[in-house]
């Protein structure tokens, strides 16, 4: 079993910036394609950004890309996505996954095993 705890969510002027992290449990999380997903109120969960875990390719959603960046450290089993130039429409609940062994990194959730408990970003204008 993964168990996956995110933190540095907040509030936050637009504009500025935020870290997510997303601690892993496991010995196997050099193993494990991560994703970032969020979800707005009234609005579908949305992939945000992935990262590999063979070579570290990374992908991004459109409405991200240039102002988010996921990265990893397998040695402390934790995943970050560092949230710049941060705008109202990013105000969501951030949520990290696990997709064990995965090749590709997938941009629909229903594709990942574990989920964490998901921390708030909350942009003011």
């Known amino acids: 079993q993964v168990q996956l705890v995110e933190s540095g969510g907040g509030l936050v002027q637009a504009g500025g910036s935020l870290r997510l992290s997303c601690a892993a449990s496991?010995?196997?999380?050099?193993?494990?394609?991560m994703g970032w997903f969020r979800q707005a109120p009234g609005k579908e969960r949305e992939f945000v950004a992935g990262?590999?875990?063979?070579?570290?390719?990374?992908h991004y959603a459109d409405s991200v890309k240039g102002r988010f960046t996921i990265s990893r450290d397998n040695a402390k089993n934790t995943v970050y996505l560092q949230m710049n130039s941060l705008k109202f429409e990013d105000t969501a609940v951030y949520y990290c996954?696990?997709?064990?062994?995965?090749?590709?990194?997938?941009?629909?959730?229903?594709?990942?095993?574990?989920w964490g408990q998901g921390t708030q970003v909350t942009v003011s204008s």
């Open positions: 990262i590999r875990w063979r070579g570290g390719i990374t």
């Open positions: 996954a696990a997709d064990p062994w995965s090749t590709v990194v997938h941009i629909t959730g229903d594709e990942y095993d574990y």
């Open positions: 496991g010995r196997t999380f050099s193993t494990y394609t």
